[in-house]
């Protein structure tokens, strides 16, 4: 039977590389942006390019506010009947600052986005696989280990706690049959470095591991759509480092 996924954020980066390879395994596609519509249009296209069954939709969510999430994942039942994986993607990252010069709005909002939003978008998924299982893999990133000093603790701290989401999801919806898994990328070549001004970031810092260059979105999307996949049945509560050894 075809398998449903919905992708938080995947109209770039990491959300649209996985949309793009689930659609070439034939999976239905839903996924949501917040702003940019022209991408999430693009996606819905390269999706349908990629696949057969073209079965793709794309919604405008922004995953802080529960009425959005709740209604993206009706819109995704009522379109496909089901949901079998959610990728918790949609993540964002603030400028460049000391903890001693981060205001509180800064703070609130990597939180909001990527820690409520995130537990929200957990839930819902709870909510929609309770009868017959699945798949949910979370975004989290190498700074939930190395902290991000001097840039961007906030955005480490919230990812810290993704971390911490799916090593207690992993306990308890395991008895439902839903696997629930977390990737943790190293510096990956998208939007996200120069949305705060620095793409540099990407050739700096890309570099500075045992591979030797910066990670691509598809390469991530290689790890979550096994993690997605029946491959990996037998893997849950995993968090996974994708970061070419950093
Ligand atoms: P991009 O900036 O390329 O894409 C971000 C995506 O998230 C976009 O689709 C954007 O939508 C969406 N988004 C942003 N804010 C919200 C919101 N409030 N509600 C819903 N959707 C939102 O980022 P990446 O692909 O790089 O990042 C994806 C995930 O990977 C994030 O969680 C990030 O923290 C994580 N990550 C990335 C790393 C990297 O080096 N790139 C490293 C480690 C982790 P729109 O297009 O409408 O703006």
Redesign the pocket.
């Known amino acids: 039977m075809t398998k449903t996924v919905l992708i938080?954020?995947?109209?770039?980066?990491?959300?649209?590389?996985t949309a793009i390879l689930c659609a070439q395994n034939d999976w239905n596609v839903a996924?949501?942006?917040?702003?940019?519509?022209e991408?999430?249009d693009e996606?819905c296209a390269l999706c349908e390019r990629a696949g057969r069954t073209g079965n793709v939709f794309a919604l405008?969510?922004?995953?802080?506010?529960e009425q959005?999430v709740v209604d993206l994942f009706q819109a995704t039942l009522d379109r496909f009947g089901t949901i079998d994986a959610v990728v918790?993607?949609?993540?964002?990252?603030a400028p460049k600052s000391d903890l001693a010069d981060m205001s509180i709005e800064r703070m609130k909002s990597v939180f909001?986005?990527?820690v409520l939003?995130?537990y929200i978008v957990a839930r819902e998924a709870a909510r929609a696989m309770s009868n017959r299982g699945g798949s949910i893999v979370n975004?989290?990133?190498?700074?939930s280990k190395l902290g991000s000093p001097g840039e961007y603790v906030d955005?480490a701290g919230?990812?810290g706690a993704?971390d911490t989401l799916t090593i207690g999801l992993s306990k308890e919806l395991g008895p439902k049959g839903i696997r629930v898994n977390a990737?943790?990328?190293?510096?990956?070549?998208?939007?996200?470095?120069?949305?705060v001004g620095r793409p540099e970031?990407?050739a700096e810092l890309g570099p500075n591991c045992p591979l030797g260059r910066?990670?691509k979105?598809n390469e991530?999307a290689n790890l979550i759509y096994w993690l997605l996949s029946d491959d990996a049945s037998y893997v849950t509560g995993a968090l996974i480092d994708i970061s070419g050894g950093r």
């Open positions: 938080t954020g995947g109209s770039r980066g990491i959300g649209r590389a996924i949501s942006y917040v702003g940019n519509r991408s999430a996606t405008k969510c922004d995953v802080k506010y959005d918790n993607n949609a993540g964002i990252v909001d986005t990527n939003g995130a975004v989290s990133s190498m700074a955005y919230s990812k993704i990737v943790r990328p190293g510096i990956i070549d998208t939007d996200i470095h120069g949305s970031r990407v910066a990670g979105a991530v």
